[in-house]
């Protein structure tokens, strides 16, 4: 079960994500421990590992590092459930091993502090709290695939 922390906003962008005085490292602890710090300087006392960030479009629009979806795994978040990704993030996260979910009306769907269960493969996250179930399309297969490996990195090495 995760717990969602809802932002009801558009453009979380990756300064926000991982502010760039930071970037001097990419230890995923490091980077963890200020994962969100410019949106919520409280996020990282409030969650737990396996909870999920809900946002409008664009999330994670910005700059192209892969530092921001760094300090999301390594603040052992579940899922992004995002109305839109930006581009370069959204491949970004299939990349480096994270599952993006889009959801049309995420922000309607997914109050503050909901109690979610996640079915990845099968695109539907059930709303525990409000007793609905949420379908979502889920990754392609290859994407699954290269999530699934661990990153692209990992799935490249696996094919050889």
């Known amino acids: 079960m995760s717990k969602a922390h809802v932002y009801k906003r558009d453009h979380v962008n990756t300064d926000e994500i991982i ?32 909870d999920v960030i809900v946002c409008g479009d664009d999330f994670g629009c910005g700059s192209s590092r892969e530092h921001a979806v760094w300090a999301i795994q390594g603040a052992n978040i579940g899922a992004v459930i995002a109305q839109s990704f930006a581009r370069i993030f959204y491949r970004n996260c299939i990349n480096c091993g994270f ?19 996640i079915d990845y493969n099968a695109g539907t996250i059930d709303n525990k709290t409000q007793g609905t179930k949420i ?5 392609p297969d290859f994407a699954l695939e290269i ?13 050889k």
């Open 147 to 159: 999530v699934n490996d661990g990153g692209l990195l990992d799935h490249i090495k696996k094919q």
């Open 99 to 117: 599952y993006p979910i889009e959801l049309h009306g995420a922000l309607e769907k997914i109050n503050d502090g909901d109690e979610l269960k």
């Open 135 to 139: 379908e979502f399309t889920p990754l």
């Open 19 to 50: 502010p760039a005085r930071y970037l001097n490292t990419d230890d995923v602890a490091e980077l963890a421990a200020h994962c969100m710090e410019d949106l919520d300087t409280e996020f990282m006392a409030k969650h737990q590992a396996g």
